[in-house]
């Protein structure tokens, strides 16, 4: 699987606080069948994550993984917040972009009209939004046809894991569930942040995909979409 949504980079977010815990929430990514993860630390108030000490923990964690012995891949993104994602400069948007998209987070409070209008933003710049995690917009909850609007003007959707397996609440998981069903969600990604005894949540959540939708979908959700944003070659399913 190809993981584009992860704060898996230390000391700079809310993700691993050390080296460390970096390298082994990596050791969990790969034995979940992670083969590469975009990294995407945040880039908003609270975490306002300069582009070059993002860079700079990329290049020491890889050279950290390659001494560890650790083969997960590595590339480099953000996850912009709804504010930075109005208020950014095209500077910020082109630092912060992979394969001419931007990773932008949709929060619970996040108003309707915000997918339009960042969008429309971020065209100023050439880029087109992944709205992250809109399973958890109660805006969207309401009105997810929204998101097929989105995606018709070249959007992308993404759900994140621990929502399809509850651990943000039933009504999260119904609205993720939901969105698959209704056949708007373009990539599933981890969102992991640290270590967990009961590893990140992806692999369940990749198993209950399959287990409901059945391989094509997993793999167009995980390999074959996310391929082609970060500009690899998907496996074959």
């Known amino acids: 699987m190809i ?13 691993p606080q050390s080296m460390g815990g970096s390298v082994e929430l990596a050791r969990q990514l790969m034995a979940a069948g992670v083969s590469f993860v975009l990294c995407t630390p945040h880039f ?20 950290e993984l390659f001494e560890e012995g650790v083969g997960l891949e590595l590339g480099l993104a953000a996850e912009v917040s709804p504010g930075f994602a109005v208020s950014g400069t095209a500077v910020d948007f082109a630092a912060r972009s ?41 805006a969207i909850r309401s009105r997810p046809r929204l998101l097929e ?14 929502s399809l397996t509850g651990r943000w609440g039933g009504e999260t998981a119904t609205a993720g569930w939901r969105l698959l069903e209704l056949g708007c969600v373009d990539l ?10 009961e590893g990140p949540h992806i692999a369940q959540a990749a198993a209950l995909v399959h287990e409901r939708f059945g391989p094509e979908l997993l793999h167009a959700l995980t390999e074959q979409g996310p391929a082609s944003l970060v500009g690899r070659t998907a496996q074959p399913a």
């Open 149 to 162: 609007e989105a995606r018709a003007a070249g959007a992308l959707v993404q759900v994140v894991a621990p």
């Open 3 to 15: 993981d584009t949504h992860c704060h898996l980079l230390p000391a700079l977010d809310d993700g």
């Open 44 to 63: 908003s108030r609270l975490f306002p994550t300069t582009a070059d000490s993002a860079r700079t923990r990329l290049l020491e964690l890889r050279a």
């Open 188 to 197: 599933l990604a981890s969102d992991a942040h640290r270590v967990r005894g």
């Open 98 to 138: 992979v394969g001419g998209f931007l990773l932008v987070e949709l929060e619970p409070d996040t108003p309707v009209d915000f997918l339009s209008i960042a969008a429309d933003r971020l065209a100023e710049s050439d880029l087109r939004p992944i709205f992250a995690h809109p399973e958890r917009c109660r």
